[in-house]
């Protein structure tokens, strides 16, 4: 063992999207404080499987907070207590020996759990889907400084598309609204040149999309905001409700 | 001798000749073909949108719950193009010529020059798809100079460049996916080849949710399937990453050229225990201001490790600059290998840092005093908090500490010059294949291949080898589809079935240190000939004594952690072939034997100037060596120095 | 090709219908609050109970004030269909839920702070403005000198009016209308009904915090130039000296008898 910390853990353990789930209780011994939150997972399930129990199963991948695989509702908060952290990013020295961690699967209709802690959020690639594009094929397009974007609009672009799609913000409002990660699409593309020509179809078939998976709506709580892992802004969020409404009261584009 | 069908003529006439004397697929029968692609980083994304465009269908596979969560994703430098908008002497040639030196003369001229050509489409696409790159005031395109190369061509979003290409692939795969024309599985992996008469027609997949193994037919197939670092357990891949599709299709009848050939990167966070799961990079632009250092005695080193002393305890005299000591000209930013091998020596030699002994530090004390420290924070803020973050320690007021780590594989599946494997039909793309970094990659150029591969090359490729072979849809009930998905099925079951005292964790932590211990940075014949022995032990202890719980009918990491790192152990077998046969240092790979007095990198243009690409013969069976000669027309070999 | 869905079935659409109708609920507090300021008067409620007879007859004015009506059954329907749709979005929620962390109370509890509004308007409308329309309420007459300006009221007993009248008479004013103010000193005698009050108003005060920069937010009305100036006056104007100075009313007539 490589750290002196002790845990109790209260995991959701779910077998499939069909049998119901409950908490069950894990002792987390000799934790190292620099173990990552998932790193300690590892442990737990390396344990598990050497008494042949089922490990516990979580989403995760690139492990350096970018992918946006992990999720983790750690006590009580998604991603768990650290600001604009992914749970690969956080670690352990963030908790203290002898405490007890509860850890939940994101929590949403839209977002089913398929085992213990991994839910399916393909309703986010479905609205992506939708319309979260700009109409080019590969070829034929023009030179890459034929349109100059100021660096001002080039950078609040950027800002917007950098949300990772771990689906935090959907965690963590009261309402599992999907607003800002739809809003940070339809901003990205609504600020740069390049996504004007669909500006409003998109807005609208992105919403449709989101409505349509069967998440809640915004009540601009900032919850998404406080604990997105990527700092995306509730500014996207007025931005999309003013392409929306502007679509939907004085344009007639039709939805693609 | 392999034929890479690379087309005769001026090299920067090849490919527009090429492209014309390809096959074309008539517009009204593109859409009575299916091609399947598999992985979707940028490579597959961009493959699988620019092919159903062109009106094929195509069948998308990744393991992921996303294709947006393809490893590409992490990339965070940036992506070359020979673009020249710097007025800075770039040139399509320059590219070419750098990337061919730069991977030490072990690649294919032909490909790295289309590579160089179609480079500066790549950006002009990414652009016109939303692409928030890093620009100037004046709203043109910013460039950077990048991993020590002469002028500014990387292209780059702050540090996220990966991201935002793979954002922009995926979001045309996704319009091609609410178009109808990709059919979209997420969360399958492949886990088979299937081949009709030697040609490539379709594949097996593993539903990872409910554990349904399925067939699916195909007139050709795309691997895009990313590299093998995790062979070494630890390196800057995602937990995910994996050879399996490449090895199935290795043993189907693909060969797999220079395994050997391993990116180890200088610069990433040290491991602290063995709990360690992962390794992450820190750009390498830190070197550009960061000086790397270690204590200059053993003993010094000691007490440092020991707590006896402090850093601040050790005087400047007492501290060995080694990179700028050993290489005045280049200094602290010699290219990776370089930086990495020397990296370990030191470390060997006991003056390593850290509580574990294995690192150097990075220290931005100098800097810091000349810029100020918010000119640093500006330069490299993102990258410290990141640090500050994983290690808890301030390198603000503290040096980094930093070790290399397994980063890219240049090896991979052969490909010849239509990115065909040596089964008709059967492509791979990006990082999957070997063919443009020859034994080393250049950075900021792993973005550019595989966004070339998929949106530039592959497009035109597959249509002359479909064109030959006629519309007539796959015959799905072909034997062949259901004995290899039995075939399939029977090993899931045979892993599951097996019950001893390891687990698949256990064996992996284990093949990585043999890995990295005898085919890692520096590699000789003897450490090669044990770890060949100790693998195949390694091998056998497996199969005798992990354990796999649960059932196949359900999400089962265990077993596809399993099904990974039983095919990890067949390849690293190979790997250390590889290294073993390859009697010189080039590149990534370094052989003891083969350098210069100086302790450099020595090549063995006579005897190694190929490509070694290895046919599978049968289990149990030595794997057997092609060779495909590499010319060098227009480029001059010389011996890299960096003094 | 396929028509987008129609704009108040879309869950923005819901939430711009709660936008609207809470903005315009907000200026009415405004004029609510100017309007009442009058029993501060010391006039025996004579500009006030002036003022409740033009606000209830003026025509234009009674058109807005069925608007408004409209707008607090909207406001308050929308609201429970989103809040019903919302709980949808959650079928299993967390044993663990710390939302303190990461959002402000009252921004999780526009409902609850909605309910007791709700509560609090079908009081006070019962109390004051259900008895001034159905006769509940006797009527007063003023006699105000003209020359030197004093007041004197005189209570009137039914028989001894037929409705609101204004008039001069030689160098008298005569008003007779209906006394609300001697309604609304007598109702704040009740403690518990002050109380209840001082809550509610606590409640508008939360409520109006979130509530008045939200709707901007929804609306899409976010500029970085201006959204500091609506903060202010959503925390300020509505959060503070609107519910203070509605407050300040039953607190006064409690206190100063």
Known sequence: MSGNMNLTLKVWRQKNNKTRGKFVTYNANGISPDMSFLEMLDVVNEDLVRKGEDPIHFDHDCREGICGMCSLHINGRPHGPNQLTTTCQLHMRSFHDGQTIVIEPWRAAAFPVIKDLAVDRTAFDRIQQAGGYVNVNTGGVPDANSIPIPKAVSDEAFESATCIGCGACVAACKNSSAMLFVSAKVSQYALLPQGQTERYSRAQAMVNQMDAEGFGSCTNTGACEAECPVGIKLTNIARLNREYFTAKLFKEEEVH | ?643 | MNKSKPLLSSTLGKKLIMSLTGLFLCTFLIVHLIGNLQLFYNDQGKAFNDYAHFMTHFTPIKVVSYLLYTSIVIHAVYALVITIHNKKARPIGYAVYRGSANSAWNSRNMGLLGTVLLVFIVTHMSNFWWKYHNDAVPYIEYRTNLATHETTATELIAGEYTGYVKYVDNDFEILKAKDLYKQVQFAFQNWILVAFYVIAMGALSFHLIHGFKSAFQTLGWDHKKYAPIIRFIGIWLFGVVIPIGFAAMPLYFYFSN
């Open chain 2, 1 to 643: 001798m392999l034929d890479s069908k690379v087309p005769a003529g001026p090299l920067a006439e090849k490919w527009s000749r090429h492209k014309f004397n390809l096959k074309l697929v008539n517009p009204a029968n593109k859409r009575k073909y299916t091609i399947i692609v598999v992985g979707t980083g940028l490579a597959g994304s961009s493959a699988a949108a620019s092919l159903a465009e062109l009106g094929y269908n195509v069948k998308a596979f990744c393991y992921q719950d996303s294709p947006r969560r393809a490893h590409s994703i992490a990339a965070q430098g940036g992506i070359n193009a020979a673009k020249n908008y710097q007025n800075d002497g770039d040139s399509v040639y320059r590219l070419f010529y750098d990337t061919v030196k730069g991977g030490d003369y072990r690649s294919r001229e032909a490909n790295v020059h289309r590579l160089a050509e179609v480079s500066v489409n790549i950006i002009d696409q990414c652009v016109a798809q939303g692409v928030p790159f890093a620009r100037e005031y004046g709203g043109l395109l910013d460039n950077r100079s990048f991993g020590g190369a002469q002028v500014s061509r990387t292209f780059y979003a702050r540090g996220q460049t990966g991201q935002q290409l793979l954002l922009g692939a995926y979001s045309a795969l996704n319009r091609q996916i609410h178009k109808g024309t990709v059919k979209m599985y997420n969360r399958h992996e492949m886990l088979d080849l299937v081949t009709i008469d030697g040609h490539a027609r379709g594949i097996v997949t593993r539903d990872m949710i409910t554990g349904e193994i399925e067939s699916h037919e195909g007139h050709a197939v795309l691997l895009c399937t990313g590299g093998y670092g995790n062979v070494f357990f630890l390196s800057t891949n995602a937990m995910g990453c994996n050879v399996t599709a490449a090895w199935r299709a290795h043993k189907r009848g693909a060969f797999f050229a220079n395994p050997c050939y391993t990116q180890i990167h200088p610069t990433c966070i040290p491991v602290t225990g063995d709990h360690q799961s992962k390794l992450t990079l820190m750009s390498e632009s830190l070197r550009n201001d960061g000086r790397v250092w270690v204590p200059k005695t053993v003993e010094l080193a000691q007490k440092l490790r020991k707590g006896e002393i402090k850093i601040a305890d050790i005087k400047e005299e007492d501290r060995d600059y080694y990179l700028e000591r050993k290489y005045p000209s280049f200094g602290n930013l010699v290219p990776r290998d370089v930086a990495s091998r020397n990296a370990k020596e030191v470390v060997d030699e006991g003056r390593g840092v850290g509580a574990s002994g294995i690192a150097v530090f990075l220290d931005f004390e100098d800097a810091i005093k000349r810029l100020g420290e918010d000119a640093v924070r500006a330069k490299y803020g993102n990258l410290f908090d990141m640090y500050h973050q994983i290690t808890d320690e301030n390198p603000y007021k503290q040096p980094m500490r930093i070790y290399p780590a397994v980063h890219y594989t240049m090896g991979g599946v052969w490909v010849d010059y239509n990115l065909m494997t040596t089964v008709p039909g059967l492509y791979a793309l990006g990082e999957c294949n070997f063919s443009d970094h020859g034994a080393n990659r250049l950075g900021a150029s792993a973005l550019m291949q595989g966004l070339a591969d998929g949106y530039f090359v592959i497009p035109y490729t597959v249509g002359d080898y479909l064109a030959g072979i006629g519309f007539d849809p796959v015959d799905k009930n072909h034997p062949n589809f259901e004995k290899t998905r039995k075939e399939v099925e029977e090993r899931v079951h045979h892993l599951l079935s097996l019950k001893g005292n390891k687990t698949v964790d256990d064996i992996h932590k284990k093949l990585g240190h043999i890995m990295w211990e005898y085919c890692g940075m520096a590699r000789n014949e003897a450490g090669l000939t044990k770890a060949k022995e100790l693998i195949r032990e390694l091998r056998q202890e497996f199969w005798d004594d992990v354990t796999v719980l649960g059932e196949n009918e359900e999400m089962n990491q265990s077993l596809e952690k399993a099904g990974r790192v039983a095919d990890f152990l067949e390849l690293a077998e190979l790997m250390v072939e590889d290294a073993l046969h390859r009697r010189e240092s080039c590149g990534g790979h370094f052989r003891e034997e083969s350098q210069t007095d100086e302790g450099e990198a020595k090549r063995d243009d006579e005897n190694f100037s190929y490509v070694a690409a290895w046919e599978y013969k049968g289990d149990g069976q030595a794997e057997v060596l092609h060779k495909e000669a590499l010319e060098f027309e227009y480029v001059k070999l010389t011996q890299r120095s960096y003094k």
